[in-house]
């Protein structure tokens, strides 16, 4: 799964993703980011500096790491090793060169694959960062790559919503932890007395996103053999979870996609409470945290009793990112508006 609640941010596009594009040199980090993710690279690019390169490089981070997890190739214990070594290298105690030789010879057509083969620069842009900062980054990015070696080893049997919270927070749970104290690093005087009022929602932040992120990957999470749907939520369905999918099952996955809408419906309240603790003075850092909010309201609407999510990529059209992000940077200051924003993007249609 993407991080940034691992990422959440809902694809723009109604026609598939060209490939990634090739470089005839090294890419910057800024082109990097584009590639793996347009829409984040918005958000990032809101953010003043040095934040955004600070976030730009966590977000690069953790795609090398989702790389190794979601591996459609790999042997769960391959993936398991890889994830334990990139760790070490992030810690400073293996020397990095064998893993980026393996990561170097990523050819997967995939955003993920295409950062992969590029983490020496990544890497490279980290120890240019504040050294306070790259810290925050290294020690979180750590916690995240060995919580998702767990969940490899572990496979995807979520007997109940715990399990699930587990995984998400993991992947998901501690990036926003990561972002909230990179913000209170950054901005002591106001947001520094806040930080410890603003993790636990920061949390919930991640997991909403990451429980959207859910629901618009069942169609591609069943095909490499993963089902991020707890056992809990499927009744007296018995059959394995794979199952679930098949046309004669379709009540039961529908009322399993209404608590997954429900759950992430919950997370977003919480979510929504961060936002509103931000101060308006930095327009930059709640512009960050709103485009994901709104993205993930709007795929939730969409989403609810969609039969549709089963078979396809959930997606909000071009035009409508546009008129999010527009909005989101002419009025996102105002808590008040923020709210109703949220209940007007939530109406289907």
Request: glycine share 8%; proline share 7%.
């Amino acid at each position: 799964m993407v991080p940034w609640g691992h990422g959440g941010a809902p694809a723009r596009a109604l026609t598939p993703r060209p490939p990634p594009a090739t470089f005839s040199g090294m890419p910057t980090l800024p082109e990097l980011l584009r590639e793996a993710s347009r829409t984040f690279a918005i958000g990032i690019e809101l953010l003043p500096p040095p934040l955004r390169d600070e976030v730009r490089i966590a977000y690069l981070l953790l795609r090398v790491s989702d790389y190794l997890e979601d591996n459609e190739e790999m042997d769960p214990a391959v993936k398991s090793e890889l994830l334990r070594a990139w760790e070490r290298v992030l810690a400073r105690v293996d020397d990095p060169a064998a893993l980026l030789g393996t990561l170097e010879d990523a050819r997967d057509p995939t955003p993920d694959a295409l950062v992969a083969r590029h983490a020496g620069a990544v890497l490279a842009g980290l120890e240019r960062i504040d050294p306070g900062a790259r810290e925050i980054v290294t020690d979180y990015v750590r916690e995240s790559t060995l919580g998702m070696a767990r969940w490899v080893e572990r496979g995807s049997d979520f007997a109940d919503e715990s399990d699930l919270d587990d995984y998400m927070h993991e992947v998901a749970g501690r990036v926003g932890y990561l972002l909230t104290d990179l913000f209170a690093y950054r901005e002591p005087s106001t947001l520094g007395p806040l930080r410890a009022e603003m993790m636990e929602p920061a949390r919930e932040f991640g997991l909403a996103l990451q429980t959207v992120n859910v629901i618009r990957g069942l169609h591609t999470d069943r095909d490499r053999g993963w089902v991020y749907v707890p056992r809990s939520f499927l009744g007296d369905f018995s059959g394995p979870a794979s199952a679930l999918f098949q046309l004669q099952h379709r009540p039961t996955a529908l009322a399993a996609l209404e608590r997954l809408v429900r759950k992430a419906e919950r997370h977003l309240d919480a979510a929504r409470g961060y936002v509103r603790s931000i101060p308006r003075r930095h327009h930059g850092i709640r512009q960050f945290c709103l485009l994901p909010l709104f993205f993930a309201v709007r795929t939730l609407a969409i989403s609810r009793a969609n039969p549709a999510v089963f078979d396809a990529e959930t997606k909000i059209s071009r035009g409508e990112v546009r008129r999010i992000v527009g909005a989101a940077r002419l009025l996102g200051a105002s808590n008040a508006w923020m709210e109703w924003y949220c209940a007007r993007l939530a109406v289907a249609g």
